[in-house]
Antibody, heavy 120, light 108 residues
Framework: EVQLVDSGGDLVQPGGSLRLSCAAS????????MSWVRQVPGKGPEWVAN????????HYLDSVAGRFTISRDNADNSMFLQMNSLRVEDTAVYYC?????????????WGQGTVVTVSS | EVVMTQSPATLPVSPGERATLSCRAS??????LAWYQQKPGQPPRLLIY???TRAANTPGRFSGSGSGTEFTLTISSLQSEDFAIYYC??????????FGQGTKLEMK
């Protein structure tokens, strides 16, 4: 069974930093694209970033590019999102998500989410 | 960026009735279109991909159709567990992958 356990969400002040983690199990992690997707309560999901199997290709939502960094550790079946210069508008539930063997693929599996609150 | 527009925002329906949800893309996404179901406190769950292919464990009463810019999700006979919010997502022209704003199925 595919499991994605996301963690690391917290309350942080504007301008602060946070590192989210995702622990994956139940599938061959190194074979899949992985993503972070966020959702403000009452709104639709918003894709944030994704990374290919070996980490050589990474893509970001324009509003987070230059502030967020996605990475993965295939030896440890883990993915990360380093979030710097956080803004109030980054407040959301952040989901770790698994795509497919290529980028043009739906978001097949989702973690339970971790809450990031940016507020003074 | 491909903008996804869903209608209606809210759809009042009774159990046993048929529900039809619409999703429109601002430009062609071919059939690279997915539908998700989300219940309160849970992450979205993939229902349909490739515009019309049911994901694993998606009941047969759910069907998807369309291509290009116009898509439909149909639930043939609503069960109580189907009352939720439904989102469409395009994964054809990315980044970014984009989602619609959702259609909430509520009990009439």
């Amino acid at each position: 069974e595919v499991q994605l356990v996301d963690s690391g969400g917290d309350l942080v002040q504007p301008g602060g930093s946070l590192r989210l983690s995702c622990a994956a199990s139940g599938f061959i992690f190194r074979s899949y694209w992985m993503s972070w997707v966020r959702q403000v309560p009452g709104k639709g999901p918003e894709w944030v970033a994704n990374i290919n199997q070996d980490g050589s290709e990474r893509h970001y939502l324009d509003s987070v590019a230059g502030r967020f960094t996605i990475s993965r550790d295939n030896a440890d079946n883990s993915m990360f999102l380093q979030m710097n210069s956080l803004r109030v508008e980054d407040t959301a539930v952040y989901y770790c998500a698994r795509g497919g063997p290529w980028g043009t693929y739906p978001t097949v599996h989702w973690g339970q989410g971790t809450v990031v609150t940016v507020s003074s | 960026e491909v903008v996804m527009t869903q209608s209606p925002a809210t759809l009042p329906v009774s159990p046993g009735e048929r529900a039809t949800l619409s999703c429109r893309a601002s430009q062609s996404v071919s059939t690279n279109l997915a539908w998700y179901q989300q219940k309160p406190g849970q992450p979205p769950r993939l229902l349909i991909y490739g515009a019309s292919t049911r994901a694993a464990n998606t009941p047969g009463r759910f069907s998807g159709s369309g291509s290009g810019t116009e898509f439909t999700l149909t639930i043939s006979s609503l069960q109580s567990e189907d009352f939720a919010i439904y989102y469409c997502q395009q994964y054809n022209k990315w980044p970014p992958y984009t989602f619609g704003q959702g259609t909430k199925l509520e009990m009439k």
